[in-house]
């Protein structure tokens, strides 16, 4: 499974587009990239997944360079809503798990 | 569908005792996982099942802990005799296919052993 890095925490500001980078060096070919949003006191909820290039969907963008070593997970106009843990993790299609790494801790500010 | 269900949502208790956590995960989905939380270790996956067939159990942190899934429709997580050192947020978690799926969370059983 391949290791992800990504910042422990960050802070930002209601309206601001909030972008979190995830690291992940030893990514293989047939690896996917997928990002889940945890708010306290439940269970993590699926953002977004990506094999390659730009995803989007309702609720966020996915933006994977050619190299796949690394990918960004962009909010646009984040809330206070938005305040949550975001967890990078990837994985093969079909594979039987994926790890949880400790996530980012995003805080929204007034 | 209601999601994944789990229960107790709390439990207290009291070390040495035994600790049963459910789960019912959503109907259709092949796969069954157990997660546990803590602040000190994070989102931690104990074991996981596909077709109700233990798959990797690795995660499970000592034989105190044992894991069931009798059926499609139903998962046990038992812990004897429960620690101090067990108290954490457990979570179930289905999908249709693989982990690489997407997770379908319950709302967790939040266990405190005194």
């Known amino acids: 499974l391949a290791k992800t890095t990504q910042p422990i925490s960050m802070d930002s500001y209601e309206g601001q587009e909030v972008n979190i980078t995830c690291s992940h060096n030893?990514?293989?070919?047939?690896?996917?990239i997928t990002w889940y949003q945890q708010f306290p006191s439940q269970g993590p909820r699926f953002i977004i997944q990506?094999?390659?290039t730009k995803v989007t969907n309702e609720v966020a963008s996915l933006f994977i360079p050619a190299d796949r070593k690394s990918s960004t997970l962009s909010l646009p106009r984040v809330s206070l809503s938005d305040t949550a843990v975001y967890y990078c993790?990837?994985?093969?299609?079909?594979?039987?798990?994926?790890?949880f790494g400790q996530g980012t801790r995003l805080t929204i500010n007034p | 569908d209601a999601g994944v269900i789990q229960s107790p949502r709390h439990e207290v208790t009291e070390m040495g005792q035994e600790v049963t956590l459910r789960c019912k995960p959503i109907?259709?989905?092949?796969?069954l996982f157990w997660y546990r939380q803590t602040m000190m270790r994070g989102l931690e996956l104990l074991i996981y099942?596909?077709?109700?067939?233990?798959?990797?159990d690795s995660g499970m942190p000592e034989d105190r802990f044992s894991a069931k899934m009798p059926n499609a429709s139903f998962s046990t997580l038992k812990i004897q005799p429960s620690e101090p050192r067990d108290s954490a947020v457990y979570f179930c978690?289905?999908?249709?296919?693989?982990?690489?799926?997407?997770?379908?969370f319950g709302p967790g059983t939040r266990l405190t052993v005194l």
């Open positions: 030893n990514i293989a070919t047939n690896d996917y």
């Open positions: 109907s259709g989905h092949n796969s």
């Open positions: 978690a289905s999908t249709l296919g693989g982990g690489s799926d997407t997770q379908y």
């Open positions: 990506g094999y390659k």
């Open positions: 099942f596909n077709n109700n067939v233990p798959i990797d």
């Open positions: 993790l990837v994985g093969g299609s079909g594979a039987q798990k994926l790890v």
